[in-house]
């Protein structure tokens, strides 16, 4: 079982900059590829961002490519999402994941945070 807790979520104008951390807890965190993936209102959730288990292999959506990063610290069980030049479409409830091995489907992760609110304002 890994347990998985969002924070950094929050309120921010168009063109400024929130950090996402994910917390785990639970089996050996750096067993496991992660992945960030969002909902807005309405949408089915999407595909964000995913890093693997020694951070050497990374991938993005296109509409974020450039300007958000994902990177993780198997020290402090802890993964980031460094989201820049942010805009109003980005707005969404963000949820951290966990996957034995790496993907970017989320019916291919296993353990899921309770995600946190990001309000891009115009």
């Known amino acids: 079982q890994v347990q998985l807790v969002e924070s950094g979520g929050g309120l921010v104008q168009a063109g400024g900059s929130l950090r996402l951390s994910c917390a785990a807890s639970?089996?050996?965190?750096?067993?496991?590829?992660m992945g960030w993936f969002r909902q807005a209102p309405g949408k089915e959730r999407e595909f964000v961002a995913a890093?693997?288990?020694?951070?050497?292999?990374?991938s993005y959506t296109d509409s974020v490519k450039g300007r958000f990063t994902i990177s993780r610290d198997n020290v402090k069980n802890t993964v980031y999402l460094q989201m820049n030049s942010l805009k109003p479409e980005d707005t969404a409830v963000y949820y951290c994941a966990a996957v034995l091995g790496f993907g970017i489907a989320p019916n291919e992760y296993e353990y899921w945070g309770q995600g946190t609110q990001v309000t891009v304002t115009s």
């Open positions: 890093i693997s288990w020694s951070g050497g292999r990374t």
């Open positions: 639970g089996r050996t965190f750096s067993s496991y590829g």
